[in-house]
């Protein structure tokens, strides 16, 4: 009997042990699957895995974000689901978005039309075609009144006389230097050690796509450069800075003839490379607000009780009209409404305003109504808030997600021309998020 008892006392301890291994074995499968799962959510899936979804849920009017349906999946994640419903969720935040890249289009002039380049697919629109796009009262009936203001016009009617009285004509000197600095950048990326080879053969497409540029005076937008429909808007000193540096080029040894390159790609094409990603943006809306959503934190709000006074010192911008997007990062209890807005609703200077952000919660679960956080209800510069610069680091040009990917663009550029080398920006989250998504972009551009 007490033989029986011994074995029986060594079988349990034996099984135990065994138990309790197995237990520890369940465990780490669990955390290593989650990890496998984390790094193909943050790595996106290829294309071939979602083939059939890709001509379904295509956002048919993007141009009214109100009606696109981008859905906050970031921060209403239940910790009552499975793993199995939230892998779902993370694969269809993908489908979405690679449903969107299915749609991308780089648009290409027709051969032989008047005005243009023809290697380059260059248009330089001359005062009486420019004057009906800068006219355009698609953007004038945007306009409050620190846009009129700030731009000296009374009303819509003598702001369009305006715009068309200060469209210019191109000088023959202007083309030529504007052609050699697009073709200087295109060899420099074709030239580049660093840069991906398919990138390079997509930036090389995105540069000799149609172009069209604008001439005006200084008193359009604050001097400052701009897109209109599909046409970059540049002041007359742009022109004429860029067209110095071009006649230097061929009156001086190769060694300062690099050198007077290197200065007008950093001083003009960076400037171009920003407002050519514009047009791509406006070319394809929902596949950018889709990625803003989904990678970069971005919801775009149906409503935002922000008071009267906020609302009339917004700085309204034609590469970003739309002006409520808030941003949610996880680790915040709150949403972040962030813009450039005047110091009061009687500026006169277009450049005078600040960057910031207004901390917003949801006045309902179920929907995309926000109201300002009694908590903190100043607007706080968004350079005093450490998560958003944490995970973008980017000083300027911060304060809108269109914004924000003209400058992404135009570092991940120069930098693989050698030409910048800021590590804080190429290595922020931010960066490495909009890279992704520019190599996923690839599968999908011929």
């Not at 590590?423 to 599968?443: A, P, Q, T």
């Amino acid at each position: 009997m007490t033989f029986f008892i011994y074995i029986f006392s060594k079988m349990k301890v034996y099984l135990s042990r065994k138990l309790f291994l197995n237990i520890i074995v369940t465990i780490v499968l669990i955390i290593a699957l989650k990890c496998i799962i984390q790094y193909l959510y943050d790595n996106f899936p290829t294309k071939n895995i979602y083939e059939g979804f890709l001509n379904n849920q295509v956002i048919r009017n993007p141009q009214n974000l109100n009606k696109q349906n981008i859905n906050n999946n970031s921060n209403n994640s239940n910790n009552n689901k499975s793993e199995v419903i939230r892998n779902s969720e993370n694969t269809k935040r993908q489908e979405i978005l690679q449903s969107k890249l299915s749609k991308i289009q780089i648009k290409k002039g027709n051969k032989g039309s008047e005005g243009r380049e023809e290697d380059l697919n260059i248009i330089f629109l001359d005062p009486s075609k420019a004057q009906d796009i800068m006219s355009d009262s698609n953007y004038l009936k945007y306009f409050k009144l620190v846009d009129f203001n700030t731009r000296d016009c009374s009303n819509i009617s003598t702001c369009s006389e305006k715009y068309k009285k200060n469209t210019v004509a191109f000088m023959p000197n202007e083309k030529r230097a504007v052609i050699w600095l697009i073709k200087t950048i295109i060899s420099r990326v074709q030239k580049s050690k660093t840069m991906p080879k398919d990138n390079i053969q997509f930036m090389v497409n995105i540069l000799k796509q149609n172009f069209k540029f604008i001439k005006s005076t200084h008193l359009i937008e604050g001097n400052m450069p701009h897109t209109r429909q599909d046409c970059i808007v540049f002041p007359i000193v742009w022109y004429q800075k860029l067209t110095k540096l071009y006649h230097k080029v061929d009156k001086v040894t190769e060694e300062k003839a690099t050198a007077i390159e290197n200065k007008a790609i950093l001083e003009f094409g960076g400037t171009m490379l920003h407002e050519l990603s514009h047009i791509f943006q406006r070319q394809n809306p929902a596949t950018f607000n889709t990625f803003y959503n989904y990678r970069w934190y971005f919801i775009y709000a149906d409503q935002i009780d922000l008071s009267d006074d906020i609302k009339q010192r917004i700085r309204l911008n034609p590469d970003g009209l739309e002006t409520m997007w808030i941003w949610k990062y996880p680790s915040l209890n709150y949403g972040l409404w962030i813009n450039a807005i005047f110091d009061s609703q009687n500026e006169k200077n277009l450049r005078n305003t600040k960057y910031v952000g207004i901390p917003v919660i949801k006045k309902k679960d179920y929907d995309k109504s926000y109201r300002i956080d009694d908590k903190i209800s100043k607007p706080i510069p968004l350079s005093e808030i450490k998560e958003f610069n944490d995970f973008f680091q980017l000083k300027n040009n911060n304060y809108h997600p269109n914004e924000i990917m003209a400058e992404y663009f135009k570092f991940y550029t120069l930098y693989h021309l050698g030409l910048y080398d800021d590590d804080k920006v190429i290595k922020s989250e931010g960066m490495n998020r909009f890279i992704k998504f520019l190599n996923l972009i690839l599968e999908f551009v011929e």
